[in-house]
């Protein structure tokens, strides 16, 4: 496996990726978004496990390829997960959020690229040294988890100091002149989140679609608190960037030891209730530019930078 595999997967393709998205970019996204020309990618995230994964892999249509991105703590707790993943031959192959790097290898046994997003330079240097064969370089103004350590630019600007493999450029990437910015400064593609949340095909509730199109570029936070509440696994030094609402006003960053069961009641109320002002909805700094629902086809289009 070589990165010329990555170059070619965009010789013919509009140079953007809808991100892995865990309860967002499903089969129906994925497929929907390499049928218009990108490349398409189911996310597995907190929640995930080989039975959702299988369920969103049979959801993809027209028999079209997408790529698979996991996420590393939860491949460690469903190991099976890896495999499902691989055995449907995917474009390509990520594992976000955390080092173990045995993915890589693995994948490049089933001839499968493999593409490690990260947040600084010293762990884009150890994803190198593991095999990977392109980076994304995740800035802080990003959806969802990541290190907020540097701003997309900087880090793209360092990542492409680094290596001769393709980097892909995630962060608040949300106009076609924001993938021509990026484009310009070398990055081989936009791995793009928040602007494809609202698509009719995305997996996302009612409820956070109304907070998605209400928001603006200033109401989004960094916490850590609806993962404590949650009692998923991320380590404390990954929290989401989210649209701040009641719950992140009262909980702040983080929660205290004492407040983490109380705070896990009221998460699983408000998920429940599909009620946003309670929730985790994840999104980036482009938020502001979501306005309204549409299908995949128009947000590749609307993002296609020729
Ligand atoms: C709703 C949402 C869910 C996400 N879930 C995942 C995930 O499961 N796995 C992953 O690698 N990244 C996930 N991310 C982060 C993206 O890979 C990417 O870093 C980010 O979306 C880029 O920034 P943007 O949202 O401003 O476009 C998620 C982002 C969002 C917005």
Do not use: K
């Amino acid at each position: 496996m070589t990165s010329s595999t990555v170059d070619a997967l965009f010789a013919d393709r509009i140079p953007v990726l809808n991100a892995p998205m865990g309860g967002v970019a499903g089969g129906a996204l994925a497929s929907a978004v390499s049928r218009a020309g990108g490349l398409g990618m189911i996310g597995m995230g907190s929640s995930g496990s080989t039975t959702s994964l299988r369920r969103q892999l049979a959801a993809v249509t027209d028999g079209v390829e997408v790529g698979i991105g996991l996420v590393d703590w939860v491949v460690q707790r469903d190991p099976e997960m890896l495999e499902t993943a691989l055995d449907a031959s995917p474009l390509l192959l990520s594992v976000s959020f955390g080092e173990t790097y045995e993915w890589i290898g693995r994948a490049h046994e089933r001839g499968v690229p493999a593409v490690a997003q990260v947040s600084d330079a010293p762990t884009a240097e150890r994803a190198l040294a593991a095999g990977a064969d392109a980076l994304v370089a995740r800035g802080s103004e990003g959806g969802g988890h990541g290190r907020p350590l540097h701003d997309r630019d900087t880090l793209l600007d360092a990542l492409l100091a680094l290596t001769d493999r393709p980097v892909f450029a995630a962060g608040a990437i949300a106009t076609a002149e924001d993938v021509r910015r990026v484009l310009g400064r070398g990055a081989r593609a936009a791995w793009v989140g928040t602007a494809f949340t609202a698509c009719h095909e995305a997996l996302s509730s009612p409820g956070s679609r109304r907070a998605l199109l209400a928001a603006g570029p200033e109401d989004t936070v960094l916490t850590s608190a609806f993962d404590q509440a949650s009692g998923y696994g991320w380590p404390s030094d990954i929290p989401e960037r989210v649209i701040a609402n009641d719950a992140t006003r009262r909980w702040g960053a983080a929660l205290d030891d004492g407040d983490v069961d109380v705070a896990g009641r009221e998460l699983r109320a408000a998920t429940e209730a599909d009620d946003p002002s309670g929730m985790s909805v994840n999104a980036g700094l482009g938020v502001g530019e979501l306005r309204a629902e549409r299908s995949a086809a128009e947000v590749v289009a609307a993002l296609d930078p020729r």
